[in-house]
């Protein structure tokens, strides 16, 4: 069984997006673990990549940021097998297709297992091409996560049916940032995917105030955020932890009790 499901054990969980090498490895290893402290359930990674698609501003200033300081995969790996020494909350990174096709598909996911990477989410590969690398998560048990999007009406169920690890939800269209006050019916989606799979779900993209994180974790799993930490990252830089945990911990409160 996926280590993703001890995020979802003890409630709703809350999931933390960080990308990594922005300003500085040293700072995103800071970082997670006050995120870590502050009860963030799991971890998610971002690995980053020149164009990133689905990403807002926000988190496409702090890709850019990562990339002008250096920062390449085999570092990013490297980072993360010291940080599994004493972060052990499930990890997951969220990276582009191109990142893995240009490390080499198997080499980069057989390492993500080594590492104590428990999943794999690709925004730009559609469900109907998980086929590309499927049968190589499946052979290193590293979950490949599905995404539903308030478009992938009559596609819910398949994509249910054949999840892994956690069912990313998009709260809305578009691309991620936050957002003053998501509007898309989400309830019935998540009634859909409970109705196909016990695959958790969690809801991301827009989410930044402890009411939007518990009103979406009240109807899912848990609730993701990325923008609104990215933000405390470009303002803080490498003083951001402390920060970090507070706005974490103000999060997860949110969803404790639900």
Known sequence: MSNIYKAFENGKAFIAFITCGDPDLETTGSVVRAAVRGGADLIELGIPFSDPTAEG??????????????????????????????????????????????????????????????????????????????????????????????????????????????????????????????????SSIVKMIKDNTDVPCAIGFGISTPEQARRMAAISDGAIVGSAIIKILEKHGKESAPMVREYVKSMKDAIRDL
């Open 57 to 186: 501003p926000v988190i496409q200033g702090a890709n850019l940021r990562a990339l002008k300081g250096g920062i390449t995969t085999d570092k990013i790996f490297d980072f993360v097998r010291e940080l599994r020494h004493d972060v052990k909350v499930p990890m997951v990174f969220m990276t582009y297709a191109n990142v893995v096709f240009s490390y080499g598909a198997e080499r980069f996911i057989s390492t993500c297992r080594d590492i104590g990477i428990d999943g794999l989410i690709l925004p730009d590969i559609p469900f109907e091409e998980k086929e590309e690398f499927q049968p190589i998560c499946s052979k290193y048990g590293v979950s490949l996560m599905s995404l539903i999007a308030p478009t992938s009406e009559h596609r819910v169920a398949m994509i249910a049916k054949e999840a892994e690890g956690f069912v990313y939800i998009v709260s809305s269209l578009g691309v991620t940032g936050t957002r003053s006050e998501i509007t898309t019916d989400l």
